[in-house]
């Protein structure tokens, strides 16, 4: 038998065109380091007349992948169609049908991870999702490999490319959300229809599949509160460089010690030397805390054609390696606990927040009176005149619970004196 | 046959007894991920009555190395005693007794690696080394498994926890080399003989290795050009901070277009926005661009009992995933090219270099002819009166042959009216 591993590919948009590229490509030293060549077989498209960003014309098939997941010459079957459906059920095809199968879908596997992978045992095969988390950075297998005799305590992912990119721009320009994000529209960083990656499900999805391998048990992504940056304004990033802050959207995953864990998505102010604070543009970063390794962290590109491609093409070589020896690659296990997430009004914050007030005496005592009342420790606070009675209070307070913050929030939301409560960011990682 | 892998450890000082510490203390958690039992079997030291970082009594065999590594009943050897002698041997012997070794030791790497995978491979068993290169920074298995569709043209590492420490306190306080290499050492981030930190050998023979990987050819470590920091004062930390630089020790892989690679250490001007300029401290990380998922960066501790611990573990569940399945890891295969290192003097840079000089007229006409003779352009000069005649230079070239620059540098040095040459620093990465 000649040392051969056959791939069928569902979809050649960006990310499926990256990887007829490679495997095109560079065909002949993946043979060489994977020990077995990598033949692409064949290709099913929803489309067969659109254009492609790689020339596979001598590889499609059409556009039936119901018949290529079950079709007995296929080894590999590598899927880069996204979305829940029909993925899902080509993917659980596949895998009853002994195929192994790579994917960098993201909202299926944070939707059915578990599901697959019970399949997966069953039938002796391996399911691989490298790509469907922070693009071309190895954090999937970093995690489940090479940082396996750990106990995670934390992990702060920035992961989404496009808030990262606007973010990054506002800090520099000075320039508001709206403008940014029209041109991070023009430039191809964001959607037309941007809301995924703004308002944070697009981070929930990825936060929900890596918290799974980290703290050893599986969450839904339903659990996990998330805010986007759609309420950050510029003058939020002023403030915040004042104070020597970033601004970053991040994921956070972090264990209780009662087993619990917290799983947010949500802005916040970082120190600015903290590493993740230098991670700008497109650029994805995860930061993870082990009980043995202390403090490391992944950086790379979390999107992109290639990038993208790489992680699933990596992912192939290490199921060809693997075949090669008659075997399926031994997972590590890391569903064998069974962890509630943390109720978000349950976790503790030191908390930014800016007001606009009537510039009249007691304003200050007032808000302050609404913060003590609610068990609210306020660390710092400055007023600053506007024009006319107009003045902007900035408050930041010690570390104090969510459900607290929020109980005084709504009771300063109440004070004549309080025109507008412009943002609250949790502060601190 | 019940399943477990039984670890046999050879030395147990800061990482041997990190080992124990995580094989003891973290037992279960590591039997559920890796599918199986890891018990540490045996351990033998050079001086039973030495005091350990981690009680091991009750493992302790003795001082006998050798039998430990021809004993049946031991699975894995987990090398933890650093140094060229009598590693070597004791690798060799484990490895031809088809166990599978974990090692910690740069040294023996460099120098040995190609001759034990060869003997790996012959007797059907693994050879992992992880910890060898920036402790528990996972860069060995990232190169190897995740980037591995990837041809690297780049990898750039801060891979010495000592020399970072000091080039670090020197940018922040201002302080010369010798007082901070003093507070090092009380604080114990230098040793009392810090020569082959400073010096720059200890990071050649983990450059020699990840060069290895990334560019799938041996490397001899005595092939690579070093630089150590001992030149670099105050005054130079200081002219970098205004040019907008970062001075750091790194070290260089770099692939040509003619096959041959680029292997150098030295300390470098590198831009203040680089992902590497705020890497601080202790902390190593290394950055590597490859050809489809363009620039990663791995960040984490370089060294350190845990975090290098936590990599001989990681390695030693690999293992043991596989041991079970029965068979030995499919290493990927990384030296199946033979490529040339290309001499220091034929590299391309963007050099700074700061000279005495005595302020008369001319002379800096014939630094300027000193450098036009060599072909070296000069990007930009600086001169500084300091007291009296004496004044200061301080020039950078635009991008020429190190040659160049060095034939230039030695017809200055015979210029009567310069009196020193302070340092000679390349600039960029």
Not at 327 to 341: A, C, G, L, R
């Amino acid at each position: 038998m000649e040392d051969v591993i056959k791939v069928g590919l569902i979809g050649c948009g960006n990310v499926g065109g990256g990887v007829v590229k490679i495997l095109l490509e560079n065909a002949e030293n993946i043979a060489l380091r994977a020990g077995c060549r990598i033949e692409l077989a064949k290709v099913v498209v929803r489309n067969m007349d659109k254009q492609r960003p790689y020339e596979v014309a001598g590889y499609l098939l059409g556009t039936d992948a119901l018949a290529l997941v079950n079709d007995p010459s296929i080894d590999v079957i590598v899927e880069t169609i996204g979305g829940e459906n029909p993925a899902r059920e080509l993917i659980m095809t596949a895998l009853r049908n002994g195929k192994h199968v790579v994917t960098a879908n993201k909202e299926v596997i944070a939707k059915h991870g578990s599901e697959f992978l019970q399949i997966a045992r069953e039938h002796g095969v391996n399911l691989y999702y490298e790509a469907a988390v922070a693009g071309g950075i190895p954090i999937i297998h970093g995690l489940k490999n090479s940082l396996a005799a750990n106990n995670i305590s934390k992990i702060v992912g920035i992961m989404n490319g496009t808030t990262n990119y606007i973010l990054t721009k506002m800090y520099q320009e000075g320039a508001e959300f709206a403008t940014v994000l029209a041109e991070a529209q023009k430039l191809g960083f964001a959607e037309a229809d941007p809301s995924d990656d703004i308002e944070g499900d697009d981070v929930a999805y990825k936060l929900s599949i890596l918290a799974g391998i980290a703290f050893n048990s599986s969450f839904k992504y339903e659990d996990i509160y998330f805010e986007g940056i759609e309420g950050i304004s510029a003058r939020e990033i002023e403030v915040a460089r004042k104070l020597g802050f970033v601004i970053k959207l991040v994921a956070i995953g972090q264990a209780h010690a009662d087993g619990r864990v917290e799983l947010r998505v949500h802005p916040v102010m970082m120190d600015e030397w903290h590493p993740l604070a230098g991670v700008n543009n497109v650029f994805n970063a995860v930061f993870i805390e082990g009980s043995y390794v202390g403090q490391t962290m992944f950086y790379g590109p979390g999107a992109g054609m290639c990038p993208t491609a790489s992680a699933v093409v990596g992912d192939v070589m290490d199921i060809a390696m693997h075949r090669k020896l008659g075997v399926s690659h031994p997972s590590i296990h890391t569903n064998f606990q069974k962890k509630e997430v943390v109720p978000i009004g349950e976790i503790q914050s030191e908390y930014y927040f800016r007001l606009s007030v009537t510039d009249k005496p007691g304003v200050l005592a007032a808000i302050a009176h609404a913060c003590g009342e609610a068990m609210v420790s306020i660390k710092s606070v400055e007023q600053k005149q506007s024009k006319g009675e107009a003045a902007e209070v900035i408050i930041i307070t010690h570390t104090v619970r969510e459900s607290a913050m929020q109980k005084a929030l709504a009771a300063i939301r109440k004070l004549d004196t309080v025109s507008a409560v412009h943002a609250l960011i949790r502060v601190g990682l």
